[in-house]
């Protein structure tokens, strides 16, 4: 098991996305530690009368040269929203890094493709650099419901072809990201999404008819993040695994979807 931290981190710079997501971009004075792509940090909501339980968010991006740690969090519930108010200056109190990781490439020449929809687009990013850096091929393809939903165009193009769709055609193709255009053109090696299960699961259905192996990372409920509680549990082929520990990232074909 990786060394985990609980680190008072400080809020460096806010970035308001969009009407409901904010970037926040934390850091401290020493090093942060090594995070890899796919794991999540849980933060600690100060200040909130009705969050008790740390909030799983993951990881967006680390800046290595600025020594930043990025987290995208979209503003649902008392929590959350709690997070958007964060100015730079304050502090977050933060455990990481949490679960296990996406699966990098073995070969220069893989060809990857990773599907994002809504927030779940988050640990894409940061995914998506670690394999342009790898030398891999990597083509993001990012569904929302209307353009201004869409999150970090301009950061994702930094390391790979961009693909969007909206449910309203106000920009990239209309429609779902599995209606996509490109689905038909590349040829991907691996797939690899986040996002909301509904996507997910049409992903994965995608995947098995193109026999693309494919890894979701699940964004079950969690609390205590680190195996404890059990409220994160995902029914696999191999019995009750803790999406904390176990993933948050499964390959599909250990998933009963
Ligand atoms: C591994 C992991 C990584 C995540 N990464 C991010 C991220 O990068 N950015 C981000 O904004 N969010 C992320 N989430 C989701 C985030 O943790 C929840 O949105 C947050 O905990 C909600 O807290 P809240 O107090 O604002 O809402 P609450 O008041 O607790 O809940 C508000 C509503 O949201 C629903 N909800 C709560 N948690 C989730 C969830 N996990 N998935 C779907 N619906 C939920 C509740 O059922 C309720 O209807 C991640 C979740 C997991 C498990
Ligand atoms: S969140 Fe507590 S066991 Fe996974």
């Not at 990786?2 to 400080?10: P, R």
């Not at 740690?69 to 304050?90: C, E, P």
């Not at 609390?223 to 082929?237: F, N, P, Q, R, S």
Request: proline share 4%; glycine share 10%; hydrophobic share 40%.
């Amino acid at each position: 098991m990786n060394k985990k931290y609980i680190l008072d981190l400080k809020v460096v710079a806010v970035e308001q996305l969009n009407e409901k997501n904010v970037l926040l971009k934390l850091s401290q004075d020493a090093p942060l530690p090594e995070m890899l792509p796919g794991q999540f940090v849980e933060v600690r909501v100060d200040g909130s009368t009705s969050t008790y339980l740390r909030r799983p968010i993951s990881v967006n991006f680390v800046d290595k040269e600025r020594n930043e740690l990025w987290l995208m969090v979209a503003t649902i519930g008392d929590g959350t929203r709690k997070l958007g108010q964060l100015k730079v200056g304050d502090t977050l109190n933060c455990v990481l890094p949490l679960g296990n990781t996406f699966t990098m490439p073995t070969s220069k020449e893989d060809n990857i493709l990773l599907i994002g929809g809504g927030v779940g687009v988050a640990p894409l990013l940061y995914f998506g650099k670690q394999i342009k850096d790898f030398g891999a091929n990597v083509t993001f393809l990012l569904g929302a419901r209307t353009a201004t939903d869409l999150l970090e165009l301009e950061e994702f193009r930094k390391y790979g072809e961009v693909y969007c769709t909206t449910e309203d055609g106000s920009e990239g193709e209309k429609g779902f990201v599995t209606n996509h255009s490109v689905l038909q053109k590349g040829n991907f090696t691996q797939i690899s999404t986040c996002g909301p299960k509904p996507m997910m699961v049409a992903v994965a259905k995608y995947a098995h008819a193109a026999r693309i192996r494919c890894e979701a990372s699940l964004e079950n409920l969690m609390a205590c993040g680190v195996g404890a509680c059990l409220c994160c549990v995902e029914k696999t082929t191999e019995g009750n695994k803790c999406a904390c520990t176990e993933g948050p990232v499964f390959d599909i074909n250990r998933l009963l979807w």
